[in-house]
Structures are given as structure tokens and as C-alpha cells.
């Protein structure tokens, strides 16, 4: 059984995601222990580790976090693809990315009314919408009590997964008040641009 413990306090977005990730690709181990400082890299890695086979543990220690992640048994990527996961991989995954609360530029009333409409209308993309990716002034979208957020709720309760930039939420001071998605880090982003047939700018 191999154990592997990272110290990745005071490392920024997505560091500690991505030494994470090295540390899976480079040992495979059984049992990894990540200790952060802030709860975007807690929430970060704990999702990381749930999408790698490993079940998650987080538990507070003092100012910090320790993340531990136990895996048995056979990896994510030798498990057997069930039926519906080859029908969704033959499905269009479209990623709708969103840098800002408001659509187009001249008017923010106008932009906000624009950026509401065009998100109650992603519905029409059907099962084909697979992302919504919210970053930057984008992540406002997802605070409770905005009106885009009921709307982005909908879209997330039929499915659709919304990602909300940890870095950003922190930067405005809304990690307390974000009401959808997961919070989400540069590395995931980057990686739905990768994986997505078709991408919608907003």
C-alpha cells in the first residue's frame, strides 16, 4: 500500500489540484493525504479525488484542512463503462463558458437583462448542454439570491454541471453566498475547453 502526504498550504489555485494530480500519475497511491489552507482548494481537491476513484475524507485542523483520499480495488479508468456512460459519450458535450454578469458591452442594465435571457434559454440546447463554466465577474451569476442563479439551479437539477471559479468567488468575497455549481479551479477549466465538441462564449 503506498501512502503519499503533500503539504499545500499557501499554494494558489490550482496548485494544489495539479500536485494532486502528479503525485496520481507519478506513484498511483492507495492513500494520499493533502493538507490546504482555504476552503476553494478543499473543495478543489476533495471534487479531484472523488473523480479519481477515491473516497474522500476532509476534516478541519485547525486554520487548515487535511484531505485524505483512500482507494481500493480496481482505478477509475480500468472500471467497466456501463451502457448509459457509452450512450451520454455519443451525446454533443456543450460547454457555455461566462466571464462576466452581464452580456455585451454599453449598458449594464441592458447586459444583465440580455445575460438572464440568454441563460433561461440554454435550456433549448436540450440534452446536448453538458457545462456551464462561471469565472471571473461571471461568478455573481451564482450568488444566492440573483435571479440568474434560480435559472443556473434548473439547469443544474436537469443534469447540467455548473463550475464556479474558487479564485474568483474569493477575490469578490462570495465564497459564503455562492448558491449553485461546484467550485471549480484553472486546471478543470482548461480541461473542459479540451473536452467539450462545441464551446458558446458568452
Not at 506513484?27 to 482555504?38: E, G
Not at 482505478?75 to 452580456?103: G, M, R, W, Y
Not at 437539477?157 to 448558491?179: I, K
Request: aromatic share 4%.
Amino acid at each position: 500500500m503506498t501512502d503519499i502526504s503533500i503539504d499545500c498550504k499557501g499554494l494558489p489555485c490550482p496548485q494544489p489540484v495539479l500536485r494532486a494530480k502528479e503525485a496520481i500519475e507519478k506513484d498511483a497511491p492507495s492513500r494520499l493525504v493533502i493538507v490546504v489552507d482555504n476552503d476553494a482548494a478543499r473543495e478543489n481537491v476533495s471534487r479531484f479525488l472523488t473523480m479519481q476513484g477515491y473516497a474522500v475524507q476532509a476534516e478541519p485542523s485547525g486554520a487548515n484542512h487535511v484531505i485524505t483520499g483512500t482507494r481500493e480495488g480496481e482505478c477509475a479508468e480500468c472500471a467497466v463503462i456501463s451502457e448509459a456512460e457509452i450512450t451520454a459519450e455519443t451525446n454533443e458535450k456543450i460547454l457555455v463558458f461566462i466571464p462576466a454578469e452581464t452580456l455585451g458591452s454599453g449598458d449594464d442594465t441592458l447586459g444583465g437583462n440580455l445575460m438572464y435571457n440568454f441563460i433561461l434559454t440554454l435550456k433549448e440546447l436540450g440534452s446536448d448542454l453538458w457545462r456551464i463554466i462561471l469565472v471571473n465577474g461571471g461568478v455573481k451569476l451564482a450568488v444566492s439570491g440573483n435571479r440568474c442563479q434560480e435559472k443556473l439551479k434548473e439547469l443544474e437539477d436537469a443534469g447540467v454541471s455548473v463550475l464556479v471559479c474558487g479564485t474568483c468567488l474569493e477575490f469578490f468575497g462570495l465564497n459564503d453566498q455562492r448558491g449553485v455549481g461546484d467550485v471549480t479551479n484553472m486546471l478543470d477549466v482548461v480541461t473542459s475547453f479540451q473536452l467539450a465538441t462545441k464551446t458558446i462564449r458568452a
